[in-house]
């Protein structure tokens, strides 16, 4: 048996981590000031609901800071041990930051509580002002930052930022209630009504960021599908041990074995051309790891952790030649979860 091997990349990041960067930069610094005019307005308005967004914004802080941080040692090149480079701390990052996101969203839940039963007067003037500063810095920097929404990394330090903008608009409705019918209550209860929709968007970021960590599939990428499409490249007999994951937002990346008809050399490369064209225009996996086998191939994989034979696809699609693969049928005993 001869094997064919092939690896092909894509380096399109180092663009986009760029201008990452210098978008995580100037969010860092605008937040600082953000946080400057909610600390004082909220110390002389008396209003929780402004220093519960001045605390969210320190927070804001800390977590543009890991993000700037990040997105800087993404730009790192690979070395022979990190030899997918450092784009997983981005992915590690977000985790953090959603993480932090929702302890913020339970310390508000229970700084309302208390507020409840120990109401405070408010001055709604003063924070009428300095939630308008924090809206206009935050929408600047939040659309400056959904522009790579596509980045996880990006979308955690983007949904901080908007989740300020709209403890601030909060802020400027429960300041004009309070002007207008005095009912001090209003306060407390659109501080839980933020609180519930910072940890609403953090737990999506959680839950995407362990799915990477995971190295579970995309989302986006149906399995059954893909091996059934490059089960219908010419001359390709059988797939096996197939595994497809994100090395991080936008990068994915596939292994599989692929028995073939007729293992000539012309054969093999023609084969393994094919199939990666395929993957790049309808799956867009740039980063893929092929291993040719010829059709009479045992694969061992088959017994004990192939992806392809625990979905059982077996069949998927119809062979391009005679099938002779040896590989356990397992279409009539397992399926998918």
Not at 29 to 37: G, K, N, R, S, V
Not at 119 to 132: D, N, S, T
Not at 174 to 192: M, N, Q
Request: negative net charge; contains cysteine; glycine residues 8%.
């Amino acid at each position: 048996m001869s094997v064919g091997h092939t690896h092909a990349h894509g380096h399109s990041h180092d663009h986009t981590h760029g201008m990452a960067t210098r978008s995580l930069r100037l969010a860092f610094f605008l937040t600082i000031i953000i946080l400057l005019a909610g600390l004082i307005g909220g110390i002389l308005s008396h209003s929780l609901a402004l220093l519960s967004d001045a605390g969210h914004t320190l927070t804001d802080i800390f977590a543009l800071g890991l993000a700037w941080f990040a997105a800087g040692q993404a730009e790192r090149p690979p070395n022979e041990r990190k030899t997918y480079g450092y784009h997983r701390v981005g992915i590690l990052v977000a985790l953090l930051n959603a993480i932090s996101l929702i302890v913020i969203a339970i310390v508000i839940g229970w700084e309302a509580i208390q507020r409840f039963q120990h109401p405070e007067p408010v001055q709604p003037l003063i924070m009428f002002g300095a939630a308008a500063i924090g809206i206009a810095i935050n929408l600047y920097i939040g659309f400056g930052l959904s522009r790579e929404g596509h980045n996880l990394n990006m979308r955690a330090a983007a949904l901080h930022v908007f989740g300020d903008v709209g403890a601030a608009v909060a802020v400027i409705v429960a300041g004009l209630i309070i002007l207008l019918t005095g009912w001090t209550f209003v306060d407390p209860l659109l501080s839980v009504g933020i609180a519930l929709f910072i940890a609403y968007g953090a737990w999506g970021i959680v839950r995407e960021t362990t799915d990477i960590l995971l190295e579970a599939a995309p989302k986006d990428v149906p399995v059954k599908q893909l091996v059934a499409d490059i089960q219908k490249v010419e001359g390709v007999n059988d797939v096996h041990d197939l595994h497809v994951w994100c090395i991080t937002s936008g990068m994915l990346a596939l292994s599989c074995h692929v028995s073939i008809c007729n293992l000539q050399s012309e054969e093999n490369a023609r084969v393994l051309a094919d199939i990666q064209t395929m993957l790049q225009r309808d799956y867009n996996i740039t980063h893929a790891t092929i291993q040719c086998e010829c059709k009479d191939h045992v694969s061992s994989c088959c017994e004990n952790e192939s992806l392809y034979c625990q979905l059982g696809v077996n069949n998927v699609g119809a062979s391009n030649c005679e099938h002779d693969h040896q590989a356990i049928d397992t279409t009539t005993t397992s399926s998918l979860p």
